[in-house]
Every structure is written in structure tokens, then in C-alpha cells.
């Protein structure tokens, strides 16, 4: 970079220069404000007293704790030719925050039936921060969510100072979709976007098979969460960036995972027929959530907003061309 700036120096008259390194100096000083203010978050929720974890288990990652029931059972996968097992995948009744009834299932599909993916954001309430998931959706219109998150022990609670201190073990939850959404819609009072991706059923169907190698992977070789490294983000990111290697720079959308939506979408692996704005107002799912907490088709009905806007694009698209 530094060797740019003289060129583009030479490039530009002085009145040019002044509005570039003010543009310069505006974005950085926003970035620095960004990362100054995720600190104070991060410091402020890390000044609880939490159960912290002794030396000898911070030592070495461990699956043989006593977890907290929503993580007790990992899930693991196994594709032979083009046939996928999927074990484990949650389905909890959640009854409020904390209270659910524990139930999971095995499942067994074609890699064929894998049609799209999709990108799920729940902003915190300081919106720059932010969980992040996926969903696998199969052409016979069910969906399967796959988020990274902490694995909490018995009487263990989420500090994202903590988790930079080999406090927790990172785990896959795969669930059905509506374990994943209606507890954050309904008992968490989070606010839930649904983002269509761009990907086409064969680069879905390769992020699955991935995904599956990193299930079996920490099945066998655990690992601690990181707030900053190996968090839900971090993780999908490296799955895009496997596949297809600097897909996804490192950044502040990245960092800041509540900014990765428009990242995302900036850098293509959204769908783009809609402006953003309008992609994002489409996207929140949360009263649709309520309306269709207990349809059959849940996963359907939460997505016609947002497929109401891109056919409306098409349409235009078509009007345009006519």
C-alpha cells in the first residue's frame, strides 16, 4: 500500500490528494471507532463473575466435560459417493430461553438434494457484533442450520473476554432450522435476518461436504473458541475461503460479524438483484417467525418476503430488457 501512494499521488491535483486523504482518514478513524467500541462490549460483558476454568483444563481442549444439555450430543456426517449422514442434528421444543425438550434425529439425503445456502445474522444489541450461521436448503423445501458456537459446561455462561482465555470448546450445532430461529425470535428477542446466497447447488453442495470434514474433525480433535480467531464467523469464513481460496478478505466485516451482512453483499456472495437496503428489510424474519412459529412449512413461509423481492426484481429486470 505504501508503495501505491506515490503513484497515485503523481495521478492526482492537490485538491484531489486533500479529498483522498480525508477519505483515507475518515475511513480509518471509523474503523478505529468500530474497533474501540467492540472492546468496551467486550470488556464490559467480561466483568461478570463467570465459573472460570482451572489451569490443567485450559491446557487442552476436551469433548469429555459435563456440557450443558443443548451441546451434550455432537454432530457428525459421513458422505459416501453422493450420499450424506447427517447425525445428531437438534430439534428442541424450546419452551423458553433455557427450558426445552431435548430431541434429535438422523438423516440421510442425496448431496444432489442440496440446492441452495443461505446466510442467517442475529445483530447483538450492539449491533457490530453479531451471530452468524448458515442454512442448507434441499429441494424438498426443509432446511438444515448449521451454527459455531461455544460449548457451554453445566453452569457455564458465554463471556466474550473469557473467550479469548481457552475458557470454552468450539462446537457445530446442525439443527433444523426452527430450533435455531424460533429460540432467538421468540425466547432470546433477537432480531433474525435470512439472507439468500449466491451460491449455486454445486458450490452449496461442496460448502456441505466441508462443513461435514469440519464436523468429523472436532469429533475427533477438539479445540477452544476464540472470540477473535475461531468464533462463528471465523469458521464460515474459512469454509468460503477453502473452497475458494481469498474469496473473503479479512476485515472489519469480519471482525465486526454484525457488518458482515453487507460485506457479504458487497462482495457478491449475497444475492444481488436487490439493493441492499431493501434486501435487508426483506430478510428479517421476525414476524414471520411469530405468525408461522408452528406451520409445517416454518422454513417456506419466512422466506416469501424475501422471495416476493426477488421475483418483483426479475420482473423488472425483464420489463427493462422488453
Known amino acids: 500500500m505504501d508503495l501505491q501512494r506515490p503513484i497515485i499521488a503523481a495521478l492526482l491535483d492537490s485538491d484531489q490528494r486533500c479529498c483522498w486523504a480525508m477519505t483515507c482518514r475518515r475511513k480509518a478513524r471509523s ?70 425438550v431435548v430431541r434429535y434425529y438422523d438423516r440421510r439425503f442425496s448431496l444432489d438434494q442440496v440446492q441452495s445456502v443461505d446466510f442467517v445474522v442475529v445483530p447483538f444489541k450492539f449491533e457490530p457484533i453479531a451471530h452468524t450461521m448458515l442454512s442448507f436448503g434441499l429441494n424438498d423445501g426443509t432446511y438444515v442450520g448449521v451454527s459455531v458456537e461455544i460449548r457451554n459446561e453445566q453452569g457455564e455462561a458465554y463471556s466474550t473476554v473469557l473467550g479469548m482465555t481457552r475458557q470454552f470448546e468450539v462446537v457445530y450445532v446442525v439443527a433444523d432450522e426452527r430450533d435455531l430461529i424460533r429460540r432467538r425470535t421468540r425466547h432470546l428477542n433477537a432480531d433474525v435476518y435470512v439472507y439468500p446466497s449466491a451460491a449455486t447447488p454445486e458450490k452449496a453442495q461442496a460448502l ?38 481469498s474469496r473473503i478478505p479479512y476485515s472489519i466485516g469480519v471482525l465486526l460479524p454484525g457488518l458482515a451482512d453487507r460485506y457479504a453483499y458487497e462482495l457478491g456472495i449475497l444475492d444481488r438483484s436487490v439493493p441492499f437496503e431493501q434486501l435487508r428489510a426483506a430478510a428479517k424474519v421476525n414476524d414471520l417467525a411469530a405468525i408461522h412459529y408452528d406451520d409445517p412449512d ?25
Open 208 to 245: 456441505l461436504v466441508d462443513v461435514v470434514a469440519r464436523l468429523n474433525q472436532l469429533a475427533e480433535k477438539p479445540e477452544f473458541y476464540n472470540t477473535l480467531v475461531n468464533n462463528c464467523t471465523t469458521n464460515l469464513v474459512a469454509h468460503v475461503n477453502r473452497l475458494n481460496p
Open 31 to 100: 474503523a478505529i471507532w468500530c474497533l474501540i467500541s467492540a472492546w468496551l462490549i467486550l470488556l464490559a460483558s467480561g466483568c461478570q463473575a463467570w465459573k472460570i476454568n482451572g489451569f490443567q483444563d485450559r491446557l487442552q481442549p476436551s469433548n469429555q466435560r459435563q456440557w450443558s444439555p443443548e451441546f451434550a450430543q455432537l454432530p457428525t456426517g459421513e458422505i459416501v459417493g453422493r450420499e450424506v449422514t447427517l447425525r445428531n442434528i437438534r430439534n428442541f421444543e424450546w419452551l423458553s430461553e433455557e427450558d426445552f
Open 298 to 322: 416454518f422454513s417456506q413461509r419466512i422466506r416469501q418476503r424475501t422471495r416476493a423481492a426477488q421475483a418483483q426484481a426479475r420482473q423488472g429486470r425483464l420489463a427493462t430488457i422488453r
